[in-house]
């Protein structure tokens, strides 16, 4: 026997959740999911540039459609690098004309990324470029003095990230390379030398042709100089040593990819700013050796786990520098070795 009346029983039908009214979305817009568009239509193209979050891509390469767009990054890629040389995927207006803005939307796998910190202790690592191939590090005989430890770290980064290291010498009008260079006897390192009047643009350019080069210096070196003499319409700005410092000042303020066209074919040329430090932090100790070429065959025979520094026990490297199996050069890489290790393990 029900204690609810006829009016009461209309009372809670009033109620009843079926019958609720849902209040109307005023934006008319769909729920927010977590699946992305698979982006059937992308287009793959080169990154040669990026300026305040608008990146230059290079749509159609080498086909009679090449052309140049603006593009920015998609919402789902704001916590990914993108760097120039970059294959990345793009979506939206891809025309290339005025004021039309196209829509990276994914990257394609990377063959080669050089890194860098702020310092060896540093593991926050600062992306340079992606997909280059080679590295040419430029370098000057004189003003500003050239660095061999500098050089050094180039050569760990280049090897670490599996890129090829090429070596260019200017300035020799100003003082001769011969000691400098002495310091890389025994590296499998192709050595250009540059003077005034007198710049291999046409060997350099051999190089380059079908590959991606990233020029790495310390600034006043004369790398943009080179630059602009590989690729006439590059236009990068060039500068001066201070003469009270002894310092380059820095001309190129961003990383960008020029391309070069020669005698015998075409490359890209991916010119960088130049910097006074190239921190290692991120890279495996156990790499740098690999910069080492001849020294690494000796290091075979060192004892699993063997740091090879200087304090090292039973270290066949410490060993042959002791027995004087080591020529004066060997040495002194050796000792250049042994000092990038020690900071690690400091």
Not at 28 to 41: E, I, M
Not at 214 to 243: C, I, M, Q, W, Y
Request: aromatic residues 4%; contains cysteine; charged residues 25%.
């Amino acid at each position: 026997m029900s204690w609810l009346g006829d009016d009461d029983l209309d009372d809670v039908e009033d109620f009843d959740e079926s019958r609720i009214r849902t209040r109307p979305n005023p934006k008319a817009n769909r729920p927010r999911t977590k699946r992305r568009p698979a982006h059937d239509d992308a287009v793959i193209g080169r990154i040669l540039g990026v300026d305040r979050g608008r990146y230059s891509v290079l749509l159609d390469e080498d086909t009679a459609d090449e052309r140049m767009i603006t593009a920015a990054r998609a919402r789902e890629l704001r916590r990914t690098p993108i760097v120039t040389g970059d294959r990345a995927r793009v979506v939206g207006d891809l025309s290339g004309d005025e004021g039309t803005l196209g829509r990276i939307v994914s990257i394609v796998e990377r063959t080669s990324l050089l890194r860098r910190s702020a310092d060896d202790t540093d593991q926050v690592e600062r992306v340079i470029v992606a997909n280059a191939d080679q590295m040419l590090v430029v370098v000057a005989a004189a003003d500003p003095e050239p660095r061999a430890r500098l050089v050094d770290r180039y050569l760990v980064a280049a090897l670490d990230a599996g890129i090829r290291p090429l070596l260019v010498v200017t300035k020799t009008d100003l003082a001769d390379p011969a000691d400098f260079l002495s310091h890389f006897d025994g590296l499998d390192l192709t050595v250009f030398t540059s003077a005034r009047g007198q710049m291999p643009v046409d060997e350099i350019g051999e190089a380059l042709v079908g590959h991606s080069t990233v020029f790495v210096g310390h600034s006043g070196v004369g790398k943009s100089t080179l630059v602009n003499a590989l690729v006439p319409d590059a236009h990068r700005a060039t500068g001066h040593v201070n003469e009270v410092t002894g310092r380059g000042r820095h001309t190129s303020s961003s990383t960008v990819s020029l391309r070069y066209v020669g005698a015998a074919g075409s490359g890209w040329v991916i010119d960088t700013p130049g910097v006074r430090s190239f921190g290692l932090g991120h890279v495996d100790p156990a790499n740098i050796l690999t910069a080492y070429t001849e020294l690494a065959q000796i290091a075979a025979d060192c004892p699993r786990g063997c740091t090879h520094l200087a304090d090292a026990e039973d270290c066949a490297l410490n060993e042959a520098a002791a027995d004087g199996e080591l020529s004066e050069t060997g040495q002194a890489r050796l000792e250049s070795l042994q000092r990038l290790l020690a900071t690690f393990a400091g």
